[in-house]
């Protein structure tokens, strides 16, 4: 592999040599390249959290001290990225995330557990972790198992409640945090509570055995949600908002519904939801459009379509995988699809093995289902 200038060809060796560092040194941006000015070294710099830890098993503080520290200032233009080393940490909660601030860990080997009667979401990002009076924007949690302790809690807290407000932000209005390869379990309520913010990504989670829903997006719109997996919770997923658009996630064995979707103008893609106790996709929300997704042996309704309008459904396939109810999972869905209180909708699949294929009325709507 070439990595020096003395592996290259003598004609590019001299070209990267002499013509580009001389091109730069002209438009004084080669000093800068080679020596980064000390701010920019700051902002950019790596904390752990073990160098913040005074001892002791809490280690709520030491997570603070290493978010404060990588955005002391609480810079809107600031951030840097707080390592957490593969470990078992316990912590009391409402750990504030800053504004441009990532939280790394490195996966299932960085386990965070809520400490017993702390009654706290573990990471909060909220309207007062930004800078000059603003919501905060732009955070990262990433690479981390946590765990809520869910019955040594009094009260019911999400594992991460980020909730940013309405007020506008420099990025297009957009709040734009990330929330990428975690694994969550035993929450107190919601796995993810989403409330009033624009933008959030959220990216490979596994969520399970938490209370509430695993993922729940409350008044909160724009958000992006790829490759989730909400399991044995209360709810799948539940979007309340306008513009969420779900991709590749799959909700199963949840005790309530699949995907309860309120939001208007969501879209799901690809998704699954399969043995949850009531309906696998609960829709309430107008212009919602589901393309190429699958309702397997839920209890009540494979897709259930109530009071909403407008609502676009191509590539259906509900069923249920044994040809009658005996009591047992998996479970029997009771319809294919259910229409409630609705018109003006559009849905085309195939529906198999259900008790009922198609239930309720249509109005001014268009249904093409095979029913089998």
Same mark, same amino acid.
């Given at each position: ?23 730069i040194a002209t438009t004084g941006l080669a000093a800068a390249m080679v020596a980064p000015s000390p701010a920019a070294a700051a902002i950019t710099s790596t904390r752990s959290v ?125 709040? +734009? ?13 919601? $796995? *993810?509570?989403? @409330?009033? %913010? ?13 209370a509430g829903s695993g993922l729940s997006a409350i008044d909160a719109s724009d958000g992006l949600f790829t490759r989730v997996v909400s399991a044995g919770n209360g709810v799948g ?28 103008r969501s879209a799901v893609t690809n998704g699954y939801s399969l043995d949850n106790g009531r309906d696998g996709y609960r829709i309430q929300g107008n212009e919602t459009n589901m ?29 249920? +995988? ?13 319809? $294919? *699809?259910?229409? @409630?209180? %609705? ?30």
């Open positions: 592999m070439m990595g020096a200038t003395g592996d290259l060809p003598i004609g590019r060796r001299a070209f990267m040599a002499a013509g580009i560092t001389t091109g073990v160098d913040f830890h005074n001892g002791g098993s809490d280690w709520t503080a030491a997570f603070q001290a290493a978010i404060d520290d990588a955005n002391a200032t609480n810079d809107r233009h600031g951030g840097g990225l707080v390592h957490v080393p593969a470990g078992r940490y316990v912590v009391a909660g409402n750990i504030r995330v800053h504004t441009g601030v990532t939280v790394q860990g490195e996966g299932w080997g960085s386990f965070i557990r809520l400490a017993s009667q702390a009654n706290a979401p573990i990471f909060s990002v909220d309207e007062t972790t930004g800078a000059d009076g603003k919501p905060a924007f732009a955070t990262m949690i990433c690479g981390l198992r946590l765990n809520g302790n869910g019955s040594q809690q009094a009260g019911s807290p999400p594992l991460i409640k980020i909730a940013t407000g309405s007020a506008t932000t420099p990025i297009f209005n957009d709040h +734009r945090h990330t929330l990428a390869d975690l694994y969550m379990q035993y929450g107190a309520g919601d $796995g *993810v509570a989403i @409330e009033g %913010t624009r933008a959030t990504r959220v990216d490979n989670l596994y969520v399970t055995k938490c997923f539940s979007l309340a908002g306008a513009s969420n658009n779900l991709l590749a996630c799959r909700a199963s064995r949840n005790s309530a519904d699949g995907f309860v979707i309120t939001s208007s393309t190429g997704c699958v309702a397997d042996s839920n209890r009540e309704a494979g897709v259930r379509i109530s009071s909403a309008r407008r609502v676009v459904v191509g590539g259906l396939s509900s069923f249920s +995988r044994v040809p009658s109810d005996n009591g047992s999972s998996p479970f029997h869905q009771q319809w $294919g *699809v259910r229409f @409630e209180n %609705t018109g003006d909708n559009f849905i085309s699949g195939v529906v198999r093995q259900n008790q009922t294929g198609v239930d309720g009325s249509n109005s001014n709507g268009i249904t093409q289902l095979v029913v089998v």
